[in-house]
């Protein structure tokens, strides 16, 4: 890429540096890529020049493609410099249902000396076994040139944590993912269970046998499914704010797994909503 950048004249440079800018721009706004179209077309509109080619949403996809595998190839130099390394792993869905196992890597950075979290990639699970989340995060971090079974290789550094949610598939003491990485490597490794995950769980737990408690989350339930379902006692719940002349804030579902935040949300726009909906 460098080389044949230095072939094209200045503007031409300016001209890819504002599309690489866009394109950027598309994923780290959460955007799909055929969102890049439009805003070139934007910014086209606005004056900019961004001439005839490279506009669609191949071209998007190339752009970020050169752009991962810069980024790529810096936490690759990265690794070389730093001597501990932790490993972070959750497990998510994609929009085609497919298992797939997002894996990240903590350090501190060479240069600013700072602790930075990178995401060394998102690997598609060919079981939800620990075997096959092991296979994942093994190879997640090999593209970031860290070979799990050879934690002593010259100029790599040393795993010493390992940070995942409590399933007995990662926590397994007999052959969970965190046993099948200490085994693997020379050292011990620390196994820390999400300290968020393990907030919301010890929170659940404690409220089970609190009848006052159970039966106030079961009305607040209520009130949510009441107009989070539909979308006609929305608008009319919009309207009588607007008679009031007050903000509202929308009722929102009480999630199992982000239970403590996800209550939180849902008390503030009760409370604040209540002389609306009384």
């Known amino acids: 890429m460098d080389r044949a950048l230095a072939k094209v004249n200045q503007s031409e440079v300016e001209r890819y540096e504002k599309l690489f800018n866009t394109a950027y721009a598309v994923v780290k706004n959460n955007r ?32 970020l493609t050169a752009i991962s595998k810069v980024l790529s190839d810096k936490t690759k130099e990265h690794m070389k410099l730093v001597r501990f390394i ?24 060479p240069e600013t000396h700072q602790p930075i979290t990178t995401h060394a990639s998102i690997e598609n699970l060919e079981s ?5 989340v092991y ?19 010259e100029g790599q550094p040393k795993i010493v944590c390992v940070n995942m949610d ?44 609190v009848v006052y408690l159970k039966k106030f989350e079961d009305e607040l339930k209520r009130i949510c499914k009441f107009y989070s379902f539909s979308p006609k006692r929305r608008v009319e719940l919009k309207n009588l704010a607007k ?18 935040s996800s209550k939180s949300r849902t008390l503030k726009a009760v409370c604040q909503d209540l002389h609306i909906t009384a």
């Open 243 to 260: 008679i009031f002349y007050e903000d509202l804030l929308m009722h929102t579902e009480i999630k199992a797994v982000r239970w403590v």
């Open 32 to 63: 799909p890529f055929s969102d890049y179209s439009f805003m070139c077309d934007i910014q086209i509109k606005n004056g900019m020049q961004l001439g005839n080619d490279h506009l669609g949403r191949d071209a998007c996809v190339n752009f």
């Open 166 to 209: 409590g399933a007995a598939v990662n926590m397994g003491a007999k052959n969970g993912v965190a046993k099948q990485i200490n085994d693997q490597v020379n050292n011990k490794v620390i196994v820390m269970h999400c300290v968020a995950h393990k907030l919301e769980l010890g929170i659940l737990d404690a409220v089970k046998d």
């Open 86 to 109: 932790s490993i972070m792993s959750d497990g998510s869905t994609d929009s085609s249902v497919t298992e797939q196992e997002s894996v990240l890597i903590r350090y501190v950075h």
């Open 128 to 132: 939800a076994t620990a075997d096959g």
């Open 135 to 153: 296979a994942a995060i093994k190879s997640g971090v090999s593209k970031c040139g860290i070979n799990l079974g050879n934690n002593e290789a």
